[in-house]
């Protein structure tokens, strides 16, 4: 099962794409994902209801955070009250290892994204602050990488025995499926999506043009 | 170009802005932006900046250029740009486009737009809203 992780809304300060229209994008292009997580930026949309379209179009549409913190963005899966009543999502600097704890104490699953960005992704604030503990899952594949990103993102975590998975970090339509993640699970939900993510049962995977 | 001929999926073709300093400077005597920044990449570097920055109006002008050869005598109802990143002159930026929606009511179609740098980083994302002639 073939999900992109990584999706922005027009619920987003800087999206501008509309859900509906990434569904419509996807089964014109024939584009091989079973579905996609939007993830806005520093929130969660708890009102937002894409059940209808998930019946339209065929397609599992779930909703997480796309968090900052003091060394880089994260992505936040099975976000709930509890979570959400345990720090800021709106705060630019929220500490990385209290957003990790945080989501482990409250049943979801942080994960760095774009980790190899220049100057702003984990292993960039890993070489000036040092490396943090309970970070054991990467986003390795990011639809919004330059040549030698996300390659820098595979090395560091392999070397490093994080878990890696890709998102394409669309803010547009036309850039949703650039890199999504295949689950050996199937994922109806959004519980299905964090326990598979617990298994560590999942290949990040890129379908940019020229590399496909 | 007419709405009938337009779909969803449809690719604009892939252009090259000429940003070079001359073009450069006359659009900015032209709009009347006398600023250091876009016309000397020491003067910016000195902001912080990593060289002579295109215009942001200017690149949303290369972007209404592209839509306007790809379906002339179109009308753009809408034009809503993101600005992610710097986009420095004389260098070689890649614009692209393409169909994301179309309403058989209204006749429109709606339009992903970017701009991308040589390195290959969206500088620019944003959408339009056009109709056709004819």
């Known amino acids: 099962m073939i999900l992109d992780l990584h999706t922005h809304s027009i619920k987003s300060d800087d999206g501008r794409a509309k859900v509906e229209n990434y569904c419509k994008w996807i089964r014109k292009k024939e584009l091989p994902l079973d579905g996609f997580v939007l993830t806005e930026h520093r929130q969660f949309d708890a009102t937002s209801d894409y059940r209808h379209l998930e019946d339209e179009y065929g397609l599992v549409i779930l909703k997480a955070s796309e968090v900052e913190t003091d060394y880089g963005h994260v992505l936040v899966f099975g976000v709930n009250d509890d979570l959400v009543n345990s720090f800021d999502f709106a705060k630019v600097d929220n500490p990385l290892p209290m957003v990790l704890e945080a989501a482990d104490r409250c049943g979801a699953f942080a994960a760095p994204c774009h980790p190899g960005r220049k100057n702003v992704g984990l292993f960039a604030h890993y070489e000036n602050k040092g490396a943090v503990d309970g970070v054991h899952t990467v986003e390795v594949l990011n639809g919004g990488s330059i040549p030698g990103e996300d390659e820098l993102s595979v090395e560091q975590a392999g070397q490093r025995g994080y878990a890696g998975f890709g998102g394409s970090d669309s803010h547009i339509v036309s850039r949703i499926g650039y890199c999504a993640t295949d689950f050996d699970a199937d994922i109806a939900d959004i519980d299905d999506l964090v326990g598979a993510l617990r298994t560590g049962n999942f290949r990040a995977v890129t379908y940019r043009e020229q590399e496909s | ?134």
């Open chain 2, 1 to 134: 170009m007419r709405f009938e001929d337009v779909e969803l999926g449809d690719e604009l073709p892939v252009e090259h802005p000429d940003t070079s300093l001359p073009k450069i400077e006359q659009w900015c005597e032209a709009a009347d932006q006398h600023f250091a920044r876009f016309v000397d990449h020491e003067a910016a570097k000195a902001e912080g900046l990593p060289g002579a920055l295109v215009p942001g109006i200017m690149s949303q002008g290369f972007l209404l250029a592209m839509i306007h050869r790809w379906a002339p005598g179109c009308t753009v109802h809408k034009i809503d740009t993101v600005f992610r990143g710097p986009l420095v002159i004389e260098t070689e930026l890649t614009i692209t486009g393409a169909v994301t929606d179309t309403d058989d009511e209204t006749r429109m179609a709606e339009i992903d737009l970017t701009i991308a740098t040589e390195e290959g980083r969206t500088g620019v994302i944003g959408t339009a809203l056009v109709s056709f002639a004819g």
